[in-house]
């Protein structure tokens, strides 16, 4: 097949790697630095067929061979589809299901036309992937089923040096009646192999992120989320990997979704070998109504390949994220170390013990104080978690003078040894209400509900329906009035139970809709604000959140040694600039373990906000005392933390002494963290080797010793440690 050059951009960027998108009649290519991407056509049935979805190929590919069609699975379920629909004897599940106002749920969707754009448009209403025509191009493929007049446009736009693809689908209804599309996956991918693994991220509250692989059996394996947001139990995450595959070696398949609602995650090997993975909606929480003329976009997904295991997976996603995801000013630099007040008062404070603390952050060296939650509620204090979520305002008790004065007082502090004034930063949950708060009194019916059933809480608290448009308005509202009453550039937006009922099942997606307009008002009313997301601790680490919010907090289990897993599970897919992680008393409060400050410390240097949750006028002495140098040991490799490049050298499941290696955007420095859980006694030390260097270069060790990365790569260092608990942070500088 000989490829005709249809698009090309005359462009530094693109001219680098082969040309990102090429379509040769109704063949098409997607080419990145080390993926392509091929699909094309089916002349007789106008279905879009895959070809390859893996490492750079020439131009002449072999097409499927399909040999003697016997049983019952007819030419359609032996196929690789692109957009595999309903009802037409693909017996594999289906990327989209629509019922028709006549009742059927046949669909037919058959190419109709391409179009080449230029750059990526933005989804409407929903957080999305962008960049630059240098950066990304597109590809939409227009299908149309003639029977219901229902058209889907497929949307591929490839980031060829992130070697990404990303996905998405519109469906318009072009005929007379209503249609319900009862599910819609955004990506669709059917994969040539018969032995493959899927990893997984699941967990529950204070354990999320817990990395999970097993191979891929026949029939489906489903993995989503059903608690209205990407929750804890699962995250919206997908790898596929050869059985062989290992952190540094093999073939890895990405797939992340960039949504924060309720979704599904199917993976299905049928019964002739190839392997499906879709990812999308909840079919269970969407049955979206779609009347004539009007259009429903699915979330995206983002499919990352690597030829370089899974860690090469992770960064490419890493990459793609920071610069092309998060909108944030502060996406890759800036954050100040902060102290958070929770687990130092939780909500035992008044104005004088909040200064109190503040003061003490300030000596330690922090550079911004958050006031966690409990400052606010009127007629219906917040003293506990069961009064005053929906009434922001402060509470009058706890701050007779409003916030103001207080934060002038704060803020004029000057973060130890510096001439830096401390910054401030509120918490908030304004996606919630209490049934004890003023805006239940007066809008009981702005709760989330379903008829005459019983309004069920969770934390004393119920979800209020973003997808009204005068919820959302009272939120944007009564958030842009605090922040405008003090001098506040940090904002953790918290999230604490999950959506049960609703009114109907499409008010997930409305509410996904209503979130993001909120989300999307209020930072670019406040650009300047440090936005955090939250929902006890990493329910909502999703790339959605990410669009706006760029750091998240992982876990509320601040617990080190659990934290090693908690982070590096959720460095799967998202990069360490966005993780929120925090240096907290001992004994841990959910754990009860006693980790060193040391090792507690240098596990949350890993996150790209690093921070303080604790109250140090009740720490020991001694470790007081190693505050300080801790903190300017985070804020020397915060830089590389927030920029850098991530190694897993050795996983936490895997190793006793889990190590991972970040190195800097350009390549100059690097810092190396290893950790040891539990003792060694009379034995040998590991070699932990290390990866991603330039073997030729040479490097200063910390020590000032200077070993070039074919030494540190080949041999590697060793580490003694005593005791449970180790940990050491070598800085390498390249000379
Ligand atoms: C959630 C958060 C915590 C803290 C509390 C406050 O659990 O994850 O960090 O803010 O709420 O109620």
């Known amino acids: 097949m000989s490829l005709l050059l249809l698009f090309f951009f005359n462009c530094p960027n693109l001219m680098r790697y082969p040309i990102a998108i090429v379509a040769d009649g109704t063949h098409f290519a997607l080419n990145g630095k080390n993926v392509a991407y091929r699909f094309h056509v089916d002349n007789t049935t106008g279905d879009l067929l895959g070809d390859h979805f893996g490492g750079s190929v020439g131009d002449n590919i072999p097409l499927e061979v399909i040999g003697e069609v016997n049983g019952w699975v007819s030419d359609i379920g032996r196929v690789r589809r692109e957009f595999p629909d309903q009802g037409r004897g693909d017996y594999r599940v289906p990327a989209i299901s629509i019922r028709q106002s006549e009742g059927y749920t046949v669909s037919e969707f058959r190419y109709k036309s391409h179009k080449i754009i230029p750059g990526k448009p933005a989804l409407p209403g929903l957080p ?52 319900t599309i009862e599910s819609l996956a955004s990506l669709s991918v059917d994969l040539p192999y018969e032995d493959l693994d899927m990893i997984n991220l699941r967990g529950d509250w204070a354990r999320e992120a817990q990395r999970e692989r097993r191979s891929v059996a026949y029939g489906l394996q489903s993995f989503g989320s059903s608690n209205g947001y990407s929750g804890h139990l699962h995250n919206p995450f997908l790898a596929l990997t050869e059985p062989s595959t290992t952190e540094s070696q093999g073939e890895a398949w990405g797939f992340s979704l960039v949504y924060t609602g309720s979704f599904t995650v199917n993976v299905e090997k049928g019964s002739q070998g190839f392997t499906r993975a879709l990812m999308g909606f909840n079919p269970s929480q969407l049955s979206w109504v779609l009347p004539p003329g009007e259009t429903l976009t699915s979330p995206e997904c983002v499919s990352v390949y690597s030829k370089d295991g899974i860690g090469g997976m992770s960064r490419s996603l890493h990459r793609l994220y920071r610069n092309h995801l998060i909108k944030s000013k502060f996406a890759t630099s800036d954050r100040p170390t902060l ?241 929120g992680a925090h240096l907290s008393e001992v004994p841990n409060h959910q754990t ?144």
């Not at 029977?147 to 209804?173: C, E, G, M, Q, W």
């Not at 190693?626 to 190694?647: F, H, R, T």
Request: contains cysteine; aromatic residues 10%; charged residues 20%.
């Open 339 to 579: 102290l958070n007040s929770w687990e130092g008062l939780y909500f035992d404070f008044n104005q004088s013990s909040i200064y109190d603390l503040a003061k003490e952050a300030a000596g330690v060296g922090a550079k911004l104080f958050v006031l966690d939650d409990g400052w606010f509620g009127k007629e219906y204090p917040r003293l506990s978690d069961n009064a005053g979520l929906g009434d922001w305002v402060p509470n009058p008790d706890r701050f007779p003078d409003g916030l103001e004065p207080l934060v002038k007082k704060i803020t004029d502090l000057k973060a130890a040894n510096t001439s830096t004034n401390m910054r401030f930063g509120i918490w908030f949950e304004p996606e919630m209400v209490n049934p004890n708060s003023t805006l239940y009194d007066e809008h009981p019916d702005w709760a989330l509900h379903a008829g005459p059933y019983p309004r069920t809480e969770a934390r004393n608290q119920l979800v209020l329906n973003l997808a009204l448009p005068e919820v959302q308005d009272y939120i944007i509202k009564s958030v842009s009035d605090v922040l405008k009453s003090a001098d506040i550039s940090y904002v953790k937006w918290d999230n604490n139970r999950g959506i049960n009922e609703t009114p109907s099942p499409a008010t997930n997606h409305a509410y996904m809709l209503g979130m993001y307009r909120v989300f999307n008002e209020l930072t670019t009313q406040f650009p300047d604000v440090l936005w955090e997301g939250c929902a006890s601790g990493g329910g909502r680490f999703d790339p959605g959140v990410l669009q706006y919010f760029p750091q998240i907090w992982t876990s509320d289990n601040t617990d080190a040694i659990d934290r090693i897993s908690i982070q590096l599970g959720t460095s799967l897919a998202y990069p360490p600039s966005a993780m």
């Open 592 to 735: 009860g373990r006693t980790v060193p400050v040391a090792v507690r410390a240098h596990v949350a240097m890993m996150g790209g906000s690093f921070g303080l949750e604790l109250n140090p006028a009740v720490m020991d002495e001694e470790d007081k005392a190693a505050v300080p140098g801790l903190v300017a040991l985070a804020e020397k490799v915060n830089p590389i933390i927030l920029n850098g490049d991530m190694w897993r050298l050795n996983l936490p499941e895997d190793s006793n002494w889990p190590a991972v290696l970040f190195i800097a955007e350009d390549a100059r420095k690097a810092v190396l963290f290893v950790f040891q859980v539990a003792p060694n006694v009379n034995h040998s030390w590991p070699r932990i080797k290390l990866q991603g260097l330039d073997p030729q270069a040479s490097y200063k060790v910390d020590d000032g010793v200077v070993y070039t990365g074919a030494t540190l790569m080949n041999i590697g260092l060793q580490f003694a440690f005593k005791g449970d608990y180790g940990s050491q942070v070598v800085m390498l500088e390249k000379q």
């Open 128 to 179: 999305a992937t962008m960049g630059t025509e240098e950066d990304v191009s597109t590809l939409v493929i227009s299908m149309y089923d003639k029977y219901s007049d229902v058209a889907a446009d497929l949307s591929y736009s490839i980031f060829p040096k992130h070697d990404a693809i990303v996905r998405s689908v519109n469906v318009t209804n072009h005929g007379t009646g209503n249609i």
